[in-house]
């Protein structure tokens, strides 16, 4: 969401029960910094007032092209705006569009525009499985409109399981937010991050595992597939909703998150190994869960493989490594360490002992250190900021 700060935004919204779902994504847009500008078709404006939308933006809304503040506000918009979201975008108003008809103040404003579109379509399922919507949809996929959705789901007259329904706001903000952010150097790049903890079985029952919680590593890959990349997630056990757009491969063992890395890797063009796979394992796996009541238990570890060591071999040329060392006490002088040992372009540097910036926290704070002896300190800030942080410190070695 930080990316959003400043930008121009201007929000579509025309007319179907949906506009309920429009109220929320203005919020959030506002809420992340971004300068939003809502235009209501006459049918949305009999959903939600003028007046609510006002509120929420902290600007006028517009409604006609026959206003007296409305003049030529068409064409300023659509020369200004970074990212037009038309959401819900009814079935008539996409027949409309690709009709190439300016018949109202949003309809004017598309055929004016020079910033990417992305459309939220919304409607009942026959409405949008009709040939004529589909072909209209075609066709403005072919002039370089973007889309978000429908999904399955529950619809103003009862539950669907085929398209129709309006992507959620989030949905919609994450696809905004990489049609805006899509021409940087990540566009097209192949990502890897790897994120959470693993588990190592004790018995059916018990395992050995950390307090990560995976927040980090999601928090890239989000931020990352926002920059236009191809990005695969692999993660342990986590109990968070997958990022939009991501492509996630779960694990449990570190093993088996090894098998993951060294299966992706080959096709990388960056490597984020935000993880923290389980660095021991007991050294023999019971086959049925042992009672409490035999009394003290004394478990054998083992050290598990190191991951980028088995693995590192495997990266293609031109591709990107960052490793992430959290340590207790002088975590900048063991980082520097690590950094060396596994030969790593870049490590994201965290003490587990600094309040707010450890596992199970939205926050952190970190330092990056890059091959060449450069540091960065990033202050505490939430790890969605921390993770633009850091992929803008990797975006300027990307094929080197």
């Known amino acids: 969401m930080t990316r959003w ?16 779902k429009s109220c929320i994504l203005v919020r959030r847009l ?6 939003v500008h809502v235009i209501l078709t006459e049918g949305a404006a009999e959903f939600v007032r003028p007046l609510t939308f006002e509120a929420l933006s902290g600007r006028p809304v517009l409604t006609s092209l026959w206003t007296r503040d409305a003049a030529l506000q068409h064409v300023r918009l659509a020369q200004a705006a970074d990212v037009i979201i038309v959401a819900p975008a009814t079935a008539h108003l996409i ?32 409405m949008y499985a009709n040939p004529a919507t589909r072909a209209n949809l075609a066709t403005l996929a ?18 669907s399981d085929r398209p129709g329904r309006m992507s959620e706001p989030e ?44 927040k980090m590593g999601f928090r890239l890959a989000e931020a990352a597939w926002e920059r236009g990349a191809e990005v695969t997630l692999i993660t342990g056990p986590v ?38 796979p389980a660095d021991y394992r007991p050294a023999e796996t019971a086959g049925a869960k042992r ?40 975590a900048v002088t063991k980082g520097r360490a690590k950094l060396a040992r596994k030969q790593l372009d870049l490590i994201v540097v965290n003490d587990a002992l600094e309040p707010g910036a450890a596992f199970e926290v939205d926050t952190n704070r970190v330092v990056i250190l890059d091959r060449e002896g450069g540091e960065r300190v990033v202050p505490l800030a939430s790890k969605r900021v921390v993770a633009d942080a850091i992929l803008d410190s990797v975006e300027p070695r990307l094929g080197r």
């Not at 978000?148 to 529950?154: D, I, L, Q, R, S």
């Not at 063992?253 to 890395?261: G, I, L, N, R, Y």
């Open 239 to 276: 109990s968070l909703p997958a990022p939009v757009g991501v492509s996630v491969v779960a694990v449990e063992t570190t093993a088996q998150m090894e098998a993951a890395v060294g299966t992706a890797l080959p096709e990388a063009d960056l490597l984020i190994m935000a993880a923290a």
């Open 5 to 20: 700060e400043g930008r121009h935004v201007v929000v579509g919204v025309s007319g179907g029960i949906a506009c309920y």
């Open 142 to 159: 072919g002039r370089g409109f973007a889309f978000v959705g429908p999904e399955a789901g529950a619809l103003a007259e009862g539950p």
């Open 30 to 35: 506002a809420e992340a910094g971004a300068q």
């Open 291 to 330: 009672p409490r009541q035999e009394g003290p238990l004394t478990v054998a570890l083992e050290p598990t493989d190191d991951i980028l060591r088995r693995t590192a071999g495997l990266r293609k040329p031109g591709s990107v490594i960052v490793g992430f060392a959290l340590e207790t006490g002088d």
């Open 95 to 126: 027949a409309r569009v690709a009709q190439g008809l300016g018949d109202d103040l949003l309809t004017t404003l598309l055929l004016a525009r020079i910033a990417p579109v992305l459309l939220a379509p919304a409607m009942n399922d026959e």
């Open 171 to 214: 949905t919609i903000l994450a696809h905004a937010a990489r049609l805006v952010g899509s021409g940087g150097p990540l566009a097209g790049r192949r990502v890897v991050v790897t994120a959470g903890p693993t588990r190592e079985g004790l018995d059916p029952v018990r395992v050995v595992t950390n307090r990560s919680s995976g």
